[in-house]
């Protein structure tokens, strides 16, 4: 089992040596969106920049309906963290 793990993990290094920290810009909107959209335009951003299957979006409407209940205050905190992160990537 150890030599398994310790080639699952030096092929994952070696496979994946040209991953970067960069945000994919597109994932910035969909945070940003989820944060301080309604849902009905949220739905329409996130069909939009992923078109994902329609259990996808059901349950990130579950999620949103639970973070919608956050202050506003709350979520600024976690898009200027979001915007700390991408100044220290580019």
């Given at each position: ?53 329609q ?5 990130k ?30």
């Open positions: 089992m150890r030599l398994f793990l310790s080639v699952l993990l030096v092929t994952l290094a070696l496979c994946c040596s040209k991953a970067n920290g960069i945000t994919c810009p597109a994932l910035v909107t969909e945070v940003e969106s989820f944060l301080f959209l309604d849902m009905s335009a949220y739905k329409s951003v996130l069909q939009t920049l992923f078109d994902p299957p259990e996808v979006i059901e349950a409407m579950t999620v949103k309906a639970c973070t919608d209940q956050m202050s506003l205050e709350n979520k600024m905190l976690i898009s200027s963290t979001l915007a700390k992160a991408m100044k220290n990537c580019q």
